[in-house]
């Protein structure tokens, strides 16, 4: 199964975008903002099944600290048995 992950197109707004924009993101970072940019309200198993399947090397312990990482600009919404993440901001 492969999944469609729109590009970071034209000039977006704020400090979020920003770092995507100017590179301030690593390669890794930038794909998981991608993927929850494109699908918002994932869970972390389904998650990390489509960033696995653009960076093999990415596993579950990687996946959590990243996502740690980037608090500033993507969030856990909801309850932990049915929220998901997603990009702060386009709530």
């Given amino acids: 199964m492969s999944f469609f992950i729109p590009p970071i197109?034209?000039?977006?707004?704020?400090?979020?975008n920003?770092?995507?924009?100017k590179g301030e993101l690593s390669e890794?970072?930038?794909?998981i903002y991608k993927v929850v940019k494109a699908y918002p309200?994932?869970?972390t198993p389904k998650l990390?099944?489509?960033?696995?399947?653009?960076?093999?090397?990415i596993n579950e312990n990687?996946?959590?600290?990243?996502?740690?990482?980037?608090s500033d600009i993507i969030e856990f919404v909801g309850p932990s048995k049915t929220?998901?993440?997603y990009i702060?901001?386009?709530?």
Wanted: positive net charge; hydrophobic residues 30%.
């Fill in 83 to 85: 929220g998901g993440y």
């Fill in 18 to 21: 920003g770092r995507v924009n």
């Fill in 41 to 43: 309200g994932l869970r």
């Fill in 48 to 57: 990390l099944e489509i960033v696995k399947e653009i960076d093999p090397s």
């Fill in 28 to 31: 890794r970072d930038t794909t």
């Fill in 62 to 70: 990687i996946l959590y600290k990243r996502l740690r990482a980037l």
């Fill in 9 to 16: 197109k034209g000039r977006l707004n704020g400090r979020v």
């Fill in 88 to 91: 702060k901001g386009d709530l």
